[in-house]
């Protein structure tokens, strides 16, 4: 365990030390394919892969959903789990990808949709509070124990971030331009596949999420 956090900060310093120079204001934050602005351009990045071999559960920050818990990450281990990095005044890009998951989540059967769990992570924690993530899960649907939306601290953020290989940036107008990516984990916390854009089909999400569901329920590696 201790082997794996020391490589994984090694990893974490050394692609912080390799990002390239920001071009917008200071302060902005970094945490990579496709991203959108307030203006609803879209240009390709370049993003990173998630850090090999480091499960999420690992991370230690404490997060608050959006009913005022405490959450640890861990305490979603067990059953796969659909991560989406986002922020609640995004109205182009965010509300896309979160009906995506909605989508797929639709597509799957009873049984299977009791074996997955949803997380979504504000990146906007200043203005995406616990009472806001519990106004949004409200007003999109989002409900039921199987949707988490969860609020951190920027260095939360930041980490489980750079794990994903998600980036994100403040435009210096409330917006973001960040990475529209949705990311598989496997019953452990370790990424499994990740999707980027938001113009693609939904099925190789569907098909790849039903066989780590078969996994779980199997009890396979």
Known sequence: MIRALVLSL????????AAPPAAAAPGEQEAG???????HAHESLSGDSPLPGRSLYQ???????????TLRLADLRGRPVLVLLFYGTCQSACPIL????????????????????????SFDPEIDTPPRLAAYAKEHGLTGDRWTLAHGGAGEVRELAAVLGVKY?????GQYSHTQRITLLDRDGTVVEEFDGIDRPLDPI???????????AAGGP
């Open 10 to 17: 090694v990893l974490l310093l050394a692609r912080s030390a």
């Open 33 to 39: 394919a496709s991203v959108h602005e307030h203006h």
């Open 59 to 69: 991370l230690s920050g404490a997060w608050t959903d959006a009913s005022g818990r």
């Open 98 to 121: 979160v009906r995506d998951l909605q989508r797929v989540d639709e597509q799957l059967s009873p049984a299977e949709r009791a074996g997955l769990r949803y997380l979504l992570v």
């Open 169 to 173: 940036r403040a435009t210096g107008d």
């Open 206 to 216: 569907v098909v790849r999420t039903r066989q780590e569901l078969a996994k779980a």
